[in-house]
């Protein structure tokens, strides 16, 4: 069974940062994407940045650019999002994605909420 297990969410203040993980557990291919994507209330969800597992590509949505680093530890299976220069704007489940080929599988998300 393939899993994806996020954490790393929780209350900050405007300012503040966050680090998010993903581990992935049960995929057999190296060969995968690991995308976050947030969905704030009353919004779509969101794709912000992802990180390709064997090459190490990377890409951030214009919103988080800066303020965001996506990094992964292939021996962990595990990817981070770095969060700073929090907004609350920032406010929103975050939710974790591997994708490969027609495969996607989605983690439960973790809430991020950014005080002002």
């Known amino acids: 069974d393939v899993q994806l297990q996020a954490s790393g969410g929780g209350l900050v203040q405007a300012g503040g940062s966050l680090r998010l993980s993903c581990t992935a557990s049960?995929?057999?291919?190296?060969?995968?994407?690991i995308g976050w994507f947030r969905q704030a209330p009353g919004k779509e969800r969101l794709g912000i940045s992802c990180?390709?597992?064997?090459?190490?590509?990377?890409y951030y949505d214009r919103s988080v650019k800066g303020r965001f680093t996506i990094s992964s530890d292939n021996a962990k299976n595990t990817v981070y999002l770095q969060m700073i220069s929090l907004t609350p704007e920032d406010t929103a489940v975050y939710y974790c994605?591997?994708?490969?080929?027609?495969?996607?599988?989605w983690g439960q998300g973790t809430l991020v909420t950014v005080s002002s």
């Open positions: 994605n591997l994708g490969f080929r027609t495969v996607s599988i």
């Open positions: 049960g995929f057999t291919s190296d060969d995968y994407q």
């Open positions: 990180i390709g597992r064997s090459d190490g590509r990377t």
